[in-house]
T-cell receptor
Framework: SQELEQSPQSLIVQEGKNLTINCTSSKTLYGLYWYKQKYGEGLIFLMMLQKGGEEKSHEKITAKLDEKKQQSSLHITASQPSHAGIYLCGAEYGGSQGNLIFGKGTKLSVKP | GAVVSQHPSRVICKSGTSVKIECRSLDFQATTMFWYRQFPKQSLMLMATSNEGSKATYEQGVEKDKFLINHASLTLSTLTVTSAHPEDSSFYIC??????????????FGSGTRLTVV
């Protein structure tokens, strides 16, 4: 079974709307990374969370890690076409630091 | 679904030797493959982008002669770390993207390779 579940698989939102992407782990996380990818380009690092209850924001994107360190959410406020792409969470587990287990990704489309 | 197989998952080699890492798309043709490297507690760093049949495009600061990338077919890309040194020890991961039909596209990641140079 998948250790890391990411949802939804795809998302289409109207420009200006808020949205949330979730990443749930079956085990306690050591660290959780959020990435974004556009076609033909490499991954763009967004944020890394490590502490339970931690929350980080960059521009209109906020990522949170729950207290139990098993679930993270990525929230985009007032979405724009530039936010479109594939969002990927990567999990790091204790004892295997540096080896990331990735979610399957969320494909986000923003309609103008 | 699209699967990328990356081998080996772990390798230990002696300093000065070369190591080859394979990234193979099992059920699709990968138009573009990416190679990443990750240091402890840091995010993935893109090393290079390769398109089948053409030379890889390396990111700034990545030594072309040290990290040889070959993308000879639409299903196989290889990364060879030449004359490896302990500072090359890291986690390397490949990613492949492909067209599902304009404007849709997909991507998938290999499981990564932990390289330790002793």
């Amino acid at each position: 079974s998948q250790e890391l579940e990411q949802s939804p698989q795809s998302l289409i939102v109207q420009e200006g709307k808020n949205l949330t992407i979730n990443c749930t782990s079956s085990k306690t996380l050591y660290g959780l990374y959020w990435y974004k990818q556009k076609y033909g380009e490499g991954l763009i690092f967004l944020m890394m969370l490590q502490k339970g209850g931690e929350e980080k924001s960059h521009e209109k994107i906020t990522a949170k890690l729950d207290e139990k360190k098993q679930q993270s959410s990525l929230h985009i406020t007032a979405s724009q076409p530039s936010h479109a792409g594939i969002y990927l969470c990567g999990a790091e587990y204790g004892g295997s630091q540096g080896n990331l287990i990735f979610g399957k990704g969320t494909k986000l489309s923003v309609k103008p | 679904g699209a699967v990328v197989s990356q081998h080996p998952s772990r390798v230990i080699c002696k300093s000065g030797t070369s190591v080859k890492i394979e990234c193979r798309s099992l059920d699709f043709q990968a138009t573009t493959m990416f190679w990443y490297r990750q240091f402890p507690k840091q995010s993935l760093m893109l090393m290079a982008t390769s398109n089948e049949g053409s030379k890889a495009t390396y990111e700034q600061g990545v030594e072309k002669d040290k990290f040889l990338i070959n993308h000879a077919s639409l299903t196989l890309s290889t990364l060879t770390v030449t004359s490896a040194h302990p500072e090359d020890s890291s986690f390397y991961i490949c990613s492949a993207s492909f067209f599902e039909g304009f404007p849709s596209y997909g991507y998938t990641f290999g499981s990564g390779t932990r390289l330790t140079v002793v």
